[in-house]
C-alpha cells in the first residue's frame, strides 16, 4: 500500500516524490525542475505525458506539495521506529512480548522457552504501556500547566519573596526616616543654641558700647561746654578740663569668655548626638524571625513582639503546626546568654529554648525533650516545666516577666572529674528570684521560642540597656629623657621600700 502511494506521489518525469510540484491545465503535475528542462527542449510546451499544449503559466500544486512532505516525514518516522530488533539466541524478529519475565521475545522463544508464560503481541504491549505512560505524564503535565499560568507553589513563592522584600525596604525607610527626623531635629536645636547664645553676647558687647558712647558723649560735652568759657575762669579749671578732655580705655573690658564656646557647640559633636540616639532606640537581646512563625501569628514590625492574627497570613511554605515562633539566631558553644519575656496578664503561654526542626503538626503535648523543647509554660493558674511526667505548680505572686538564662555550670564529679552542664534557668525578673532550672543538651544549637496560646494578649522580648563608657588611658611618654625619669623613679621607690622593709626586719 505504501509502494503504491508513493507511485502516486512520484513525478512521471523523474519517477522521485514530487519536489515543489506545478500543475498544467491538463491536470497533470511535475517537478518544477523537471518541467523546466522539458520546456527548454520543447518550445511548445507540450505535457510530456499527454503532449497537450497548456496555453497558460503552470502554477503551484499546493495540496501535491503538502501531502509529499507528509508522506516524508511518516516514512522517516517509520523507519526510525521500525529499526528490526532481533532475538539474540535464534536472530529472529522480536514480535511478542513476555509478561511473565517482562522481556522482549521472538517466535522461537515463543515456542520452546516460553509456551507456559503469558505472552502477549508487541503491538498490544506497546499499546498498554504506553496508556501507563501517559497516566504517570498527567501530574507532571498539571504541574508544567500550573508553573505556567503562576499557580504553582514556586510562582507564589517568588511572589511572596517580592512582598516580603517590598515591605522589607519600607520597614527600613520607615526606620531611617525617624533616624533622619531626628538628626534634623538636633541640628535645628543645636544650630538654635549657638544663635541664641550670639545674641545674648552680642547684646552684652552692645550694652557696653552704648555705656561707653553715653559716658564719652556727656565727657564731651562737658569739655566743649568748658571751651565756651574765656579769662580766668578757664584757667582756673584748665588742669580738670584736660584731664576730661583725654580719653582712657576703660577699665572693664571683656575676655575670651564673651566669645562664642565653639567646643561646647561641636566638640564631640558626633559621639554627643550618638548618645541622645541610643536613649532613643532600643536592643533586644533576642530578634524574632517571622519566616518561623505559623499563618495565625502576628510578629511586631520591630521584631520584638508576637501575638495570635485576627486573620491567618498568606504563606506558600508549611511552618510549624504547634503555632510557635523562633528568635531568628542560636546559642551555640560557650557564653552566657539571658534575655526577658514580659508575659503581662496572659494565662497562657509557653517559651523555652528548642531545636529548629522542620517537624510539624506538633501537639502541646509533643513540647518535650524527646522532640527538642526545653521550656515553661502557664495554663491558667498553674505553670509546668516542658518535661516528661512533669507535675504542674503555682506561684506565690503572678509572673509578668520571666528572665532566661542560659548558661554553664561546672561541677566536681566522681571520681574527682571536673563535669560541665548546660543549664536552663527561670526567673521571675522582677525579684530575681529563681524559679527552676533545667539541664539542656551541651554543644548543639539551641533557638528561644515562645508560643501565645491568648489571643487577646501578646508576648514581648524585653529590650535592655546598652552601656557605653569612654577609657581614658595614659599615655607612655615619648620622649626619651622623660622615660629614664619615670624608670628612675620606679627604681627609687622600689628601693625605698626595701629599706624599710629591711629596717623593720632589723628591729624585730
Known sequence: MSSSLEDDLSCPVCCELYQDPQLLSCGHSFCRRCLNKHHAVNPARACPVCRQTS?????????????????????????????????????????????????????????????????????????????????????????????????????????????????????????????????????????SAVKKEGDRKRKKVQEKIEREIQSLSERVKEVEEELENDGATFLQNFDYILLRAKYTEPDSQFGSEILINIPEHVGNLGYRVWQEMKDKVHYYPVLLDPNSASADLSVSDDLSSVGKSNHDRSIPIPLQGNRLVLGSTCFIGNGTH???????????????????????????????????????????????????????FQVKKKLRVVRLHLSWHISLGKPRAWHRQRLLSFIDADDDSMLAFIIVPPWVPLFPFLIPHDRSSRLRIAPVDVIHTVEHTLPLPTNEETRKHVLFAIILVIAMIVSFMFGMWMNT
Request: charged residues 30%; proline residues 4%; glycine residues 4%.
Open 338 to 392: 539571658w534575655w526577658d519575656v514580659e508575659v503581662g496578664d496572659s494565662k497562657h503561654w509557653s517559651l523555652g529554648v528548642c531545636l529548629r526542626s522542620e517537624e510539624t503538626n506538633l501537639s502541646f503535648n509533643s513540647l518535650n525533650p524527646h522532640n527538642g523543647f526545653w521550656g515553661i509554660s502557664r495554663h491558667g493558674d498553674s505553670y509546668r516545666f516542658l518535661l516528661p511526667n512533669s507535675n504542674s
Open 55 to 191: 496555453p497558460q503559466q503552470p502554477v503551484a500544486n499546493l495540496a501535491l506539495r503538502n501531502t509529499c512532505e507528509s508522506y516524508l516525514k511518516e516514512r522517516e518516522r517509520e523507519r526510525a521506529s521500525d529499526v528490526e530488533v532481533r532475538c539474540s539466541l535464534h536472530g529472529e524478529k522480536i514480535t511478542f512480548f513476555c509478561r511473565a519475565e517482562e522481556m522482549l521475545i521472538c517466535s522461537e522463544c515463543r515456542k520452546y522457552t516460553h509456551s507456559l508464560h503469558s505472552v502477549q503481541p508487541l503491538t498490544h504491549a506497546v499499546r498498554q504501556r504506553k496508556a501507563q505512560v501517559k497516566a504517570a505524564l498527567g501530574p507532571a503535565e498539571k504541574a508544567l500547566e500550573s508553573l505556567k499560568n503562576g499557580t504553582a507553589q514556586k510562582p507564589q513563592l517568588s511572589k511572596y519573596i517580592q512582598s516580603q522584600a517590598q515591605r522589607v525596604e519600607k520597614l527600613i525607610k520607615k526606620e531611617f526616616e525617624k533616624f533622619h527626623q531626628f538628626l534634623r531635629d538636633e541640628e535645628e536645636a543645636r544650630i
